[in-house]
């Protein structure tokens, strides 16, 4: 009797972790509107600062491939420029200059977690979530601080709306049928930088290929990115298929094969694993079953392959979200995951910079050159020699202006596991148990049977 209650004990805290997962991904993925964060937000907007004319001497500038010998970097007005007249002169001291860092994939929802995220060199953020026009505005023109780009309201294609979040419903990124796309691409497309789309969870794939395939075209018509947002082997796979821009996060089902980095370099499109926010899951939720190290191998398949592998956080503050990503210095620890999983120092720095500036088609930074946006860090010792040396910040410059350095709050992995301690089982029972059973038994039968293949004879009547 003890191993049955044992075992069905695991069993409701597995559900609960998926469908918590799920509802929660939604959740994160979908700002909710709070008038009071909106208000505070305006009321921090401060007003336009002069950015100083500075020489920057004695630096050993990061081209994109290595680092050069000590010359001077002008900032003037802004970005950078050629002419040192009147300049105010600072001595670099050596250090190494490189380009503003970029986070591809984290959700800010507060000014003060802007200046969080340009105090660890993080110039320029891409908000993974469907901001609402409000929110939106009131995260733009804070001058002096990282600046950010928005995806559209999530998409999730699948013709069973049983495993679409409410929120999603709600926001119309239900699509259910190839001909709900256009429509959808063509009203997001006026008010995002790139679509968004929507695997809800590794253990509930959501995707309908011709769903899915017609999101694609309609979004290539408007001229718009997609990025689609997958954690199971199988959603990765239908998602290269249907030729997406690009793929964010890691499967923690099952590692990548070279079946599907040929998908990648047939399409060309790189991959934005978050490995950072795969290990906190992983640390958060151990009996749902996630695997960090069948991600993080998923990395080294497809950096041995060629695929172009970009560094995002998935950095969050929202309420709900079963893991915990700071913003405070996730970044650097992103690095030193992608190292581990088998990237260069070079590459791992191209992850940050040139890369997702590249792949945004953003033109006027990640790199360190005349004409460029002024988004600039300032690091100690050679981040190529070893990485951790990114994390030395002397200076930080957004567009020109200098920002404060935090020189406080390392995250260290040790740091991010004591952030994400496991769910107990009873707890998960107490809290969430009883529903999520009730919601496991709302969903079709076949579906009861993936998620619950020990148990699925008592849930098939």
Not at 425 to 446: D, F
Request: proline content about 7%; some cysteine.
């Amino acid at each position: 009797m003890l191993h049955f209650h044992c075992s069905f004990l695991r069993f409701v805290s597995i559900v609960a972790c998926i469908l918590n997962l799920t509802q929660s991904c939604a959740e994160h993925a979908l700002d909710i509107d709070d008038p009071a964060i909106i208000a505070a937000n305006h009321a921090a907007r401060k007003a336009p600062q002069a950015s100083q004319k500075i020489a920057l001497y004695n630096v050993r500038v990061f081209d994109g491939e290595r680092i050069l010998p000590p010359s001077t970097v002008i900032i003037d007005n802004g970005v950078i420029g050629i002419n040192p007249f009147g300049a105010r002169f600072i001595n670099g001291q050596g250090h190494v200059l490189l380009p503003g860092f970029i986070d591809t994939h984290c959700h800010p929802g507060t000014v003060n977690q802007l200046h969080e995220l340009s105090s660890y060199g993080i110039t320029t953020a891409f908000l993974q979530s469907g901001s609402s026009p409000d929110v939106r505005e009131s995260l733009m023109n804070h001058p002096g601080v990282t600046e950010l780009r928005f995806a559209s309201t999530p998409a999730v294609a699948t013709n069973d709306s049983r495993v679409v979040p409410p929120l999603i419903k709600k926001e119309g990124g239900f699509i259910y049928s190839p001909d709900q796309a256009p429509d959808f691409i063509r009203n997001q497309s006026a008010r995002s930088d790139w679509i968004k789309i929507l695997a809800v969870s590794p253990d509930m794939p959501t995707i309908a290929q011709p769903v899915l395939d017609a999101l694609v075209l309609s979004s290539n018509h408007h001229g718009m990115r997609t990025v689609c947002h997958a954690t199971a082997y199988e959603s990765v796979r239908q998602a290269l298929k249907a030729g997406v821009s690009q793929v964010h996060h890691s499967p923690v089902d099952k590692t990548l094969d070279d079946t599907v980095a040929q998908l990648y370099l047939a399409g060309r499109q790189p991959n934005c694993p978050t490995l950072v926010a795969m290990q906190a899951i992983a640390y958060a939720n151990p009996l749902a079953g996630y695997n960090y190290t069948v991600a993080a191998k998923s990395v080294t398949a497809l950096y041995k392959a060629g695929v172009p592998i970009l560094a995002g956080t998935d950095a969050t503050s929202s309420p709900g979200i079963p893991f915990v990503v700071p913003f405070s210095g996730s970044m650097h620890l992103e690095l030193q995951f992608l190292v581990e999983a088998g990237l260069s120092n070079l590459d791992a720095l191209r992850a940050v910079t040139v890369l997702p500036a590249e792949y945004y088609g953003l033109r006027d930074r990640g790199s360190v050159r005349p004409g460029m946006r002024a988004d600039l860090v300032l690091v100690g010792g050679d981040p190529l020699k070893d990485i951790s040396h990114a994390r030395d910040i002397k200076k930080i410059w957004v567009a020109g202006v200098e920002h404060a350095v935090n020189t406080t709050t390392t995250l260290t992995r040790e740091g991010l596991k004591k952030l994400n301690p496991p769910r107990p089982p009873r707890q998960l029972w107490e809290t969430q148990g009883q529903g999520a059973v009730q919601k496991l038994l709302s969903l079709p039968i076949s579906l009861r049977m993936k998620l619950t293949p020990k148990f699925g004879e008592v849930f098939s009547n």
